[in-house]
């Protein structure tokens, strides 16, 4: 069955630095985004990601954070100037189209900022 | 007002056992409505879209009732693979499919 990758599982940075996290979404997929969740939180809506452009962006994503489909099939999420803040599991997630409009999502990348 | 509020539990039900688990969204414009499934520190699994008519699929039972804005999920005969947080999730109106989830209702089935 197909599924959405992300690399690493785990990325430890110190703050100030700036992390790129790597998403290999599903292959017929049209749709990307990527979400947010601090421990003991709920998930949070970052950015969603259609037609080589960003389609919508949420409060948390500022301008320290950037995404990019470089080819065919990869979907990163860069961000600069890590905060202690942005320590959190980060997912990929995919949409075909639908309906029903079902996302699927990757396995995650823990970051820490030290 | 929150966007998906749900019951944080948690449930310790014994194997076997019905449970239910019950959300409310706030915006009456929400088209699409799902139940994903969290393991500890794991990725959101979707479990089931949810319908107007009410859909099962297996032990799970799903409802939305529009006028209250309200979604229900029931499991029957709970087994303890079933233990996990279920997270009630409606869609952004107007967006791209972009997802608002609750915080969550936590099951433990115990034997």
């Known amino acids: 069955e197909p599924e959405v990758t992300q690399t690493p599982s785990h990325q430890v940075t110190q703050m100030g630095q700036e992390v790129i996290l790597r998403c290999v979404p599903i292959?017929?997929?049209?749709?990307f985004y990527w979400y947010r969740q601090i421990l003991g939180q709920k998930v949070e809506f970052l950015v969603s990601f259609y037609n080589n452009e960003i389609s919508e962006k949420s409060e948390i994503f500022d301008d320290r954070f950037s995404v990019e489909r470089p080819d065919g099939s990869n979907f990163t999420l860069k961000i600069r100037s890590t905060k202690l803040e942005d320590s959190a599991m980060y997912f990929c997630?995919?949409?075909?189209?639908?309906?029903?409009?079902?996302?699927?999502f990757g396995p995650g990348t823990r970051l820490t900022v030290t | 007002r929150k966007e998906v509020e749900q019951d944080p539990g948690p449930f310790n039900v014994p194997e076997g056992a019905t449970v239910a688990f019950n959300c409310t969204y706030s915006n009456s414009a929400s088209q699409s409505f799902f139940w994903y499934r969290q393991d500890c520190r794991k990725e959101p699994k979707l479990l089931m879209s949810v319908y107007s008519s009410g859909n099962e699929d297996g032990r799970f039972t799903a409802q939305l009732n529009r006028a209250s804005q309200y979604i229900s999920l029931l499991i029957r005969d709970s087994k303890l693979s079933d233990s996990a947080t279920y997270l009630c999730?409606?869609?952004?109106?107007?967006?791209?499919?972009?997802?608002?989830f609750g915080k969550g209702t936590k099951l433990s089935v115990k034997p």
């Open positions: 997630a995919s949409l075909w189209t639908g309906p029903p409009r079902e996302q699927y």
């Open positions: 292959s017929n997929h049209l749709y």
């Open positions: 999730v409606v869609d952004l109106v107007g967006s791209q499919g972009n997802l608002i």
